[in-house]
């Protein structure tokens, strides 16, 4: 089977995944952060020395949502919306973009509703980034 190297990746693999405790804390005391109901976005830009990678991190409060059952069933609603939308976020050459979905709301809400949301956090994202980099 050939594989057209111009399709659309939909994995959400480990090296996109923020896992490591050092990179984790880097984003939460150095990033900047943003609200978008139901999510607040932490947001760390960093030079890097590979091509551009960006890796995302997805909470759900054990205090906004009680059951564990609940708080991962909204975070694999959240991980679906962001995976099917990923492709709408690009990253520069030599950038490394560190993001933290949290979600903030109390009610688990539609997967039609996280992913309408999660398309205008990424725009968003995406703008700021935009404007971040110096036009030559």
């Known amino acids: 089977m050939i594989r057209n190297k111009n399709a659309m990746n939909f994995k959400l693999g480990k090296s996109e995944r923020l896992h490591s405790e050092k990179s984790i804390k880097e984003l939460f005391d150095k990033g900047s952060s943003f609200f978008l109901y139901p999510f607040k976005v932490v947001l760390l830009d960093l030079p890097s020395n590979q091509d551009g ?65 999660m398309v205008k956090v990424i725009t968003k994202i995406k703008e700021i980034s935009d404007s971040q980099i110096p036009k030559e």
């Open 53 to 117: 990678t960006v890796q995302v991190l997805f909470s759900v409060p054990k205090k906004k949502i009680k059951k564990a059952v609940l708080r991962n069933f909204v975070k694999r609603r959240v991980k679906e919306a962001y995976r099917l939308n990923k492709h709408l976020l690009s990253v520069g050459p030599q950038r490394r973009k560190l993001i933290g979905f949290i979600y903030v709301s109390s009610e688990v809400v539609s997967f039609q509703y996280i992913q309408g949301r």
